[in-house]
Structure formats: structure tokens, C-alpha cells
């Protein structure tokens, strides 16, 4: 699986938008972009995931870039409880390779 | 999605002893996963539980000492043997429901060695 780099921290103002940005360069063509979360004391939970073209749904937008090196995780409207490590995973989607390698995510907090 | 429920959510133990961790999903899932989560760290996979036969595991993890039983699709237990205090963690049960690749996880089982 392609290897991701993620700023180690982020803050941001609720209500305001949260844009967390991944580094995936050496993608492969079949790898797809996950993203997961992990409130403190709670199990990892998934957020959305892409291929290639941009997707959205009721928890965030995943915008990748054209050449696929890179993505933006977007919370549009951030709330206090949206405070977590956010983990970026690049991996072909099934079959026996659907095991998620976890790197240091980037820990997102929300402030007032 | 799927329901995970783990047990226990929390213990303490001594040194040298064991502990069995079950993992019952609410419905059968063809993939199964389990993770540690070492303090102030991320998840590292331990293996892949493997119905009817001996599980998967990665580098750095061994069968003797995190034997993993999966007797059907819904259910799966690990155990952590011998422990001592570097085996406090927290211990993840995952699953994986769809051919998206989407994994649900647990609220995990943590663990004190003293």
C-alpha cells in the first residue's frame, strides 16, 4: 500500500471549514484514497472514500487532486464534536488486501 | 454497516497471565481484523482472523503469543498470553462488510498489565 504524509496537527474554528490535506505521490492506478476518523476513546470511523473523482456525503467532501498525488478532506461546517485524529489510507479497495495500514493521522481541533 | 460488540471493555491483569478478548458481530462478515493501539500511538494490525483456519498475522506478531480463534462468520476471539506491561493497549476488533473496502470497527478492549 502507498504511503501517506499528513501534518501532525490542525485547528480550527467551529463553524468554519476544515481542510485536512493528504500526500499519497506514490499511488498506483488501482489504489483507492480512504479516510478515517478516531474520536478519543472510541474505535476508528469511516468517513468516505475515493478513486479519483471527487466525492461528498452527509460527513465530508474528498477532493483528489488530477494527477491522484494528493487529497483535501473537507468538514464543511467543523463542530466541536468533528475534534479527532483524522487518518489518510491509500489501498486497493477489496478482496484479501482490505486490511487498513494506519499511519499518525493528523489530530483536528475544533475550538470555539 | 455492522455492530460490533466487544468484550471485555476494560481490565486489569497481572503479569504473566492471559486474557481472551471476544469480538460478535450482528451479522457475518467475510473479513475480519485485529488491531492494537499501544498508548499515545496508532493502530497497528496484529492479523487477519481467518474462518476454519489459522489466522493471518503480520511482522512482529506471533501465534503463540496472540492466538486468534474464528469458529464462524460472526464471531472471533484474541488472546494476548503472558502478558506483560508492554502489552497495555487498547485491542480493536474490525470488520470488513462490503467489497468498498470499508472497515467497522469495535470500541475496542483496553488493557492494563500490571
Known amino acids: 500500500d502507498a504511503k501517506t504524509t499528513q501534518p501532525t496537527s490542525m485547528d480550527c474554528a467551529e463553524g468554519r471549514a476544515a481542510n485536512l490535506p493528504c500526500n499519497h505521490s506514490?499511488?498506483?492506478?488501482?489504489?483507492?484514497v480512504y479516510w478515517y476518523r478516531q474520536i478519543h476513546s472510541q474505535g476508528p470511523q469511516y468517513i468516505i472514500h475515493?478513486?479519483?473523482n471527487n466525492e461528498t456525503n452527509e460527513m465530508a467532501s474528498l477532493i483528489i487532486t488530477e494527477d491522484r498525488k494528493s487529497s483535501t478532506l473537507i468538514l464543511p461546517h467543523a463542530t466541536l464534536r468533528d475534534t479527532a485524529v483524522y487518518y489518510c489510507?491509500?489501498?486497493?479497495?477489496?478482496?484479501?488486501?482490505?486490511?487498513?495500514?494506519f499511519g499518525t493521522g493528523t489530530r483536528l481541533q475544533v475550538t470555539l | 454497516s455492522a455492530v460490533i460488540s466487544q468484550k471485555p471493555s476494560r481490565d486489569i491483569c497481572q503479569r504473566g497471565t492471559s486474557l481472551t478478548i471476544q469480538c460478535q458481530v450482528d451479522?457475518?462478515?467475510?473479513?475480519m481484523f485485529w488491531y492494537r493501539q499501544q498508548p499515545g500511538q496508532s493502530l497497528t494490525l496484529i492479523a487477519t482472523?481467518?474462518?476454519?483456519?489459522?489466522?493471518?498475522?503480520e511482522s512482529g506478531f506471533v501465534i503463540d503469543k496472540f492466538p486468534i480463534s474464528r469458529p464462524n462468520l460472526t464471531f472471533s476471539t484474541l488472546t494476548v498470553s503472558n502478558m506483560s506491561p508492554e502489552d497495555s493497549s487498547i485491542y480493536l476488533c474490525?470488520?470488513?462488510?462490503?467489497?468498498?473496502?470499508?472497515?467497522?470497527f469495535g470500541e475496542g478492549s483496553r488493557l492494563t498489565v500490571l
Open positions: 506514490t499511488i498506483s492506478g488501482n489504489e483507492y
Open positions: 489510507i491509500v489501498r486497493v479497495a477489496a478482496g484479501t488486501a482490505s486490511k487498513l495500514t
Open positions: 474490525s470488520v470488513a462488510v462490503n467489497l468498498a473496502g470499508e472497515l467497522f
Open positions: 451479522s457475518q462478515v467475510t473479513m
Open positions: 482472523a481467518n474462518q476454519g483456519s489459522e489466522a493471518t498475522y
Open positions: 475515493g478513486l479519483k
